[in-house]
């Protein structure tokens, strides 16, 4: 990299890139590609369940409901904006598995709830 900076600076042009079909011969042939993801989604695979099956969830998104339809004055509408759409994915989670931005987006919530 400092040899083409040094090389423009010397006004000489910098070494031809290789062509684009040059770079297909390093793929992968056809036919040795993983199942896509639709294969994969069989019995065996784990998805999150929808809001109507899981109560949890429910109760998150009607937290973001809420925090959305709040009082301008007490919960900006932009932070209401950013953190309910984050409830899923920090009230969802169990509190000894959250991450350290899980809960500070649970107790950022707790904070605005509170006044």
Do not use: N
């Not at 890139?17 to 993983?34: C, I, Y």
């Not at 639709?38 to 109760?59: D, F, I, N």
Request: aromatic share 2%; glycine share 6%.
């Amino acid at each position: 990299s400092s040899s083409r900076v040094q090389a423009r600076h010397l006004g000489t042009p910098p070494p031809p890139r290789a062509h684009p079909t040059e770079l297909f011969a390093a793929m992968a042939p056809r036919g040795s590609k993983r199942a896509s993801s639709a294969a994969a989604s069989g019995p065996g695979t784990k998805r999150r369940p929808a809001a109507e099956e899981c109560p949890v969830l429910a109760k998150c998104d009607a937290i973001g409901k809420a925090l959305l339809a709040a009082d301008p004055a007490v919960v900006p509408p932009i932070a209401a904006k950013m953190l309910a759409p984050m409830l899923r994915h920090s009230l969802g989670e169990v509190k000894e598995g959250r991450h350290e931005f899980q809960a500070s987006v649970v107790d950022m919530v707790g904070d605005l709830l509170q006044t």
